[in-house]
């Protein structure tokens, strides 16, 4: 088809001539602008095609790395709580072994207030230690006592040194009544 300028200097198109032979051409002018929209219609397809084909490959790697990430955090949250429980158990047995270690001090003679003083424990929280330390089932002795009776045999009968010291009243800084260590 051919074009034309018009007086402002726009592009038209020119009539096509009358007749079969400028119908057959308007014909082929038709089906090759169609030919060509079907040309651009597939390349645009094709590009489609590849990019939903991208797209979906890509999700698909998403998938498997959250999956990979998942498996991760929940080894990880494993591991936590194992470590959790392994520092608890040992923070309960170093809590036993100290209040083993109050038990025999106040045993000794040594009050709440004075073991309070000495370590800087709450006097309420040393008192609850006591309690849970002397609450022990029978034969179950603390690690510091077993330490120190294993230790000096002679003073598990009242001969040794600390037997004195331990039949002698325990005298408080705070006036308040002596206690008798048994």
Known sequence: ?????????????????????????????????REQLDARLAERRRREDEALAAY??????????????????AEAER?????????????GDLERRQTAVLVELSELGRSADELHALFGIPVKRVRAMLRAGRARPTGEQAPAAQAATSENPPA???????????????????????????
């Open 156 to 182: 598990q009968h009242g001969q040794g040194c600390d037997a004195a010291v331990a039949s002698e009243p325990a005298e408080s800084s705070e006036g308040q009544v002596p206690v008798t260590a048994a």
């Open 1 to 33: 088809m051919s074009t034309t300028t018009s007086s402002r200097g726009r592009a038209r198109r020119a009539r096509p001539p009358a007749g079969s032979a400028a119908a057959a051409q308007r014909l082929e002018e038709l089906t090759a602008a």
């Open 79 to 91: 591991a936590r709580q194992a470590a959790i429980a392994e520092a608890e158990a040992k923070l």
């Open 56 to 73: 979906a490959a890509t999700a698909g790697e998403a998938e498997q790395i959250a999956a990979i990430r998942d498996a991760a955090l």
